[in-house]
């Protein structure tokens, strides 16, 4: 569902909620799909941990890239962060995830906002933004749900 200023993208896995959001913020790199990173080839992408954490993408060439920084850390039900991802940091936009257990069954709420601060770029950003989003939670899906062991 996309807003006037909010993207909103809700979607179920069927794992434990402590699963899932550890797979969202520890095993991104595993996986986040490459047609979505920076460098082509992340060898890893790390959120955090915490707040004040960054959100970092490291290419298998070692560069680093920098996609945000985390402003709200709430293990397992809560994360939110800035996010630049490709962008300039001067037009990062925030982006929320919650995670609600309900019997075995997680719910995931993903809210992208600050699309109207970029003026007219800014529709343009958000539908892109949106198609993005399917595909990178998605592959999310398919990963937390198979239950892969986490520290």
Known sequence: MIGPDTL?????????????FRTWTRKAGL???????????????????????????RGRDGREYDWGAITDWDEPHRVAFSWVHVFDAAQA?????????DGGVTQVRLE?????ALGD????????????????TKAF???????LPLP
């Open 121 to 136: 770029p800014g529709a343009e950003r958000q539908a892109r933004t949106s198609t993005a989003w399917s595909a990178v």
């Open 112 to 116: 992208h906002t600050g699309f109207a």
């Open 141 to 147: 899906v398919g990963c937390a749900q198979d239950q």
């Open 31 to 57: 996986w986040w799909p490459a047609s979505h990173t920076v460098s082509g080839d992340a060898e890893t992408i790390t959120f955090g941990p915490g707040v004040g954490g960054r959100i970092v993408e």
């Open 93 to 101: 936009t925030q982006v929320s995830l919650t995670f609600e257990e």
């Open 8 to 20: 909103i993208v809700e979607f179920e896995v069927r794992a434990a909620v402590a699963h899932a």
